[in-house]
């Protein structure tokens, strides 16, 4: 039912500034533009196999003073996940049978403030209550978004996975595998690291983490950042410092095969990793 992830929705104060943050992050412009509707600004980057929606308040609605209200609790950074589904008729009868009562059916519509041009999806988001407290939509999308151009060297193709931290691995794991229907792939502990539940969804993971003494709130999970994939991770690395940002050095990553290094600032409050494969992983 579910087919990948359509996109993440980060918060930010200012969408023109967030807009050219990750403009210098991603090596690529805007796929996307729409200003003021709905309460909200919000500018897309659309990569190989995901969108990351930049959402600002705008003027006076509930939508607006909903995201004021949310920026004003904590800084800015991941809000909400968009699973992509062919028929969103049948997965809205899916998340009412497994008891995550979903909004009524929405048809969207959205025009690019710089081509005009449209596009058309239907939406539905799961209680929030029953999702412990992270935020899930629904999406059939009608058309295609463009991809985002590269703009310089050494851009960043798409997301590697993105991380959910929790307090209560059982429950998670029954939210993503049996009641959204995620297919596990890794289940396993690790004394510094807690415990890891890998589930697949489309060509990305979500990555379901209990860390190691962390405590917290067992009925609250929280979206906790992202590691995005790159093919040269070195020159990758030259480029973000030639724009001034700061970042950690390479280092191995967790699974044998990749090298990774950490994005210290530009992210708008998202916690980043950048993830280059040296090798292709098995099967």
């Known amino acids: 039912m579910i087919i990948g992830l359509d996109h993440l929705v980060a918060l930010v104060e200012d969408a023109g500034a967030a807009s050219n943050a990750y403009q210098k992050l991603f090596a690529r412009a805007p796929a996307w533009r729409n200003s003021g509707d709905n309460g909200a600004d919000r500018v897309l980057f659309t990569l190989d196999n995901v969108s990351l929606e930049l959402m600002a308040p705008s003027g006076a609605s509930d939508t607006a003073d909903r995201v004021r209200s949310l920026l004003a609790n904590g800084d800015e950074g991941l809000a909400s996940m968009c699973f992509r589904t062919p028929d969103i008729n049948k997965m809205h009868r899916r998340l009412d049978r497994v008891a995550l009562r979903p909004d009524p059916i929405a048809e969207i519509e959205s025009r690019d403030d710089i081509s005009g041009a449209v596009l058309h999806w239907k939406r539905t988001r799961a209680s929030t209550d029953l999702t412990r407290a992270v935020r899930m939509f629904f999406l059939e999308l009608a058309e295609e978004r463009p991809v985002s151009p590269a703009t ?3 851009p960043i193709l798409g997301l590697d996975h993105v991380v959910v931290s929790t307090e209560d691995p059982e429950r998670a794991a029954a939210l993503y595998g049996a009641r959204l229907g995620l297919d596990m792939a890794l289940d396993r502990s ?29 009925t609250h999970d929280k979206l906790w950042g992202v590691t995005w994939r790159v ?9 973000l410092i030639a724009s001034g940002l700061e970042v950690s050095d390479v280092r191995n990553g967790r699974k044998p095969g990749t090298r990774v290094m950490t994005v210290r600032s530009g992210t708008c409050g998202v916690q980043t990793l950048l993830l280059e494969r040296t090798q292709k992983p098995t099967a």
């Open 190 to 218: 690790h004394q510094d690291w807690g415990q890891l539940m890998f589930f697949r969804c489309g060509d990305l993971i979500v990555e379901v983490v209990r860390r190691p003494g962390a405590g917290g709130d067992l």
């Open 231 to 239: 093919a040269d991770i070195d020159a990758t690395r030259a480029r």
């Open 152 to 154: 310089d060297e050494a």
